[in-house]
């Protein structure tokens, strides 16, 4: 009886490990908006943390001001980042709860 518990247990945790395998391919495909400057920078990024498409407002280039730029792009990123974070954690978080895994 115990080693009919324990198949039973093993099944259901590869159909858990094939069902997050499937929402993390997935999330490669869902896109997350990161900006800065009141929009003047946005970035965007898909929920593998990959930074798939930049855009600035061509009336905050300063070529006297590129630091203050720089610093825009660099929020812009992270705050996507944080985003790409959040959505990963939703979509994941379903089959982590309570199992107390690091990063998720």
């Known amino acids: 009886m115990m080693r009919g518990n324990m198949n039973n247990m ?48 061509p009336e905050v280039v300063d070529p006297e001001d590129v630091e203050m730029l720089e610093d825009l792009i660099l929020a812009a990123v992270n705050d996507a980042l944080v985003k790409a974070d959040e959505l990963a954690s939703q979509r994941l978080g379903k089959f982590t709860k309570g199992l107390n895994l690091p990063g998720f």
Not at 20 to 46: F, H, I, P, R, S
Request: proline share 0%; glycine share 8%.
């Open 10 to 57: 093993m099944r259901q945790v590869q159909k858990m490990q094939k069902q997050m395998a499937e929402e993390q391919e997935k999330l490669k495909d869902e896109m997350v908006e990161g900006t800065a400057g009141g929009e003047a920078v946005k970035v965007k990024a898909n929920g593998h943390k990959q930074v798939v498409d930049v855009t600035i407002n």
